[in-house]
């Protein structure tokens, strides 16, 4: 009778351990510094799916970890390595692209699962077959820059002003140069600037308007952005602007005038202004949380997660797997299920990790962004 006792105690036990415990998902990003408003973002995104779904009755749940990069490769990998010892066993990756490198190159070798929400640089998931990505990865944001730009009409001559040592702008750079042309664009003004020297774009600037560029394409992100608008205010210039996903976060820059970015345009996957139930609720219970409107970056970490438990679920994954095992399984379902999110419908990932869903075009108008299309 007492065995008896002592067996059905510990089934019990098992059981409330299978299904009580939760998925450890970890991610690390700028949380602190010049790129914080990606991090935050993301981080706020994940954080909201999270306790969405905890509160749901439902067999898959989280336990949520960001560490700190900074931004910084070096960081995020010590950051990834607390996350590893944290018991991590799904990855949010890393944010920024330069960080996600080399933090992939750890999923990899650990054969830990990652999704970034953000991290777009190609070489984030070349040759990792475990290591995937929500947003749009920078060849495809060059390619459908200039597509967009030449089937709405928006410019003939176009300048570019790109950041030459941040994989993210060059990645972008690189396809809008290839297929600028084939849209029947000309390029009249190809400037660019590092480290170093991204406080004054008198030079760029100059150049564009010399040449008569009625566009300049800003493959970048929004803190030199910030200032290339008001420096073309000053000097009178005022071309139309086209950004990419990394010019999101601009209007919630501390200390910008919004006014400078009245008119920009760029491509993102996510309009907050969005009717549909699914965008609305998100916007709702974000602004309610975090006191802000979320951008795509929050967005994109809100779906990873969203994503994640979709393809646990159709996995039959549960959380006393190791990171090996769920890994296998996440390949398997990644790479062969549909998802629909608020940053798209009927997502889908290519073997190689890229994401397919459509860019939606978007100009800031009064503060904030409205739909083009």
């Known amino acids: 009778m007492k065995k008896t006792l002592i067996c059905a105690v510990l089934v019990l036990a098992m059981a409330a351990s299978a299904f009580g415990a939760s998925f450890k998902i970890g991610g690390t990003g700028p949380l602190t510094g010049g790129a914080a408003i990606y ?12 306790e969405e779904i905890n509160a749901m ?15 910084d490769a070096e960081k995020a990998v010590n950051a990834y390595n607390a996350l590893k010892d944290w018991g991590m066993q799904i990855s949010l990756g890393s944010v920024t692209s330069k960080p996600a490198e080399a933090t992939a190159a750890e999923n990899f070798a650990d054969r830990i699962f990652a999704l ?9 998931t070349e040759g990792k077959d475990n290591v995937f990505q929500m947003c749009f990865v920078d060849p495809n944001q060059g390619t459908a820059s200039a597509q967009y730009i030449a089937s709405k009409g928006l410019a003939k001559k176009v300048a570019v002003i790109w950041k030459n040592d941040d994989v993210y702008s060059k990645g972008v750079y690189d396809t809008f140069m290839e297929n600028a042309p084939k849209q029947g664009l000309e390029v009249v003004s190809d400037t660019a600037f590092a ?13 564009a308007q010399t040449k008569g560029a009625e566009l300049v394409f800003l493959p970048m992100y929004y803190q030199p952005a910030s200032l290339i608008l008001a420096q073309a205010q000053a000097m009178g210039y005022a071309p139309k602007w086209f950004g990419i996903d990394g010019m999101d976060g601009i209007l919630t820059m501390e200390g910008f005038d919004k006014s400078l970015a009245e008119g920009v345009m760029l491509l993102t996957p996510f309009n907050a202004d969005a009717t549909d139930a699914k965008t609305k609720s998100f916007v ?18 809100y779906d990873c997660v969203y994503a994640y438990k979709e393809a646990l679920e159709l996995a039959k ?6 990171a090996e095992e769920i890994c296998a399984k996440m390949i398997e379902q990644f790479t062969t299920m549909t998802f629909n999110g608020v940053t798209g419908e009927n997502v889908k990932w290519a073997a190689n990790g890229e994401v397919s869903k459509d860019p939606k075009g978007m100009v800031i108008k009064n503060g904030a962004y409205v739909g083009l299309d």
Do not use: C, W
């Open 284 to 301: 709702a219970k974000y602004q309610e949380k975090f006191g802000e409107v979320p951008n795509q970056f929050a967005a994109d970490g």
């Open 317 to 322: 994954a549960t959380p006393d797997m190791s």
């Open 116 to 124: 970034t929400p953000s991290a777009s640089s190609a070489a984030v």
């Open 57 to 71: 009755d439902g067999t898959v749940k989280f336990e949520i970890r960001y560490e700190d990069d900074t931004h």
């Open 195 to 207: 480290d170093g020297n991204d406080t004054d774009f008198s030079v760029q600037l100059t150049d």
């Open 39 to 50: 991090g935050n973002a993301a981080k706020n995104g994940a954080e909201l799916a999270v």
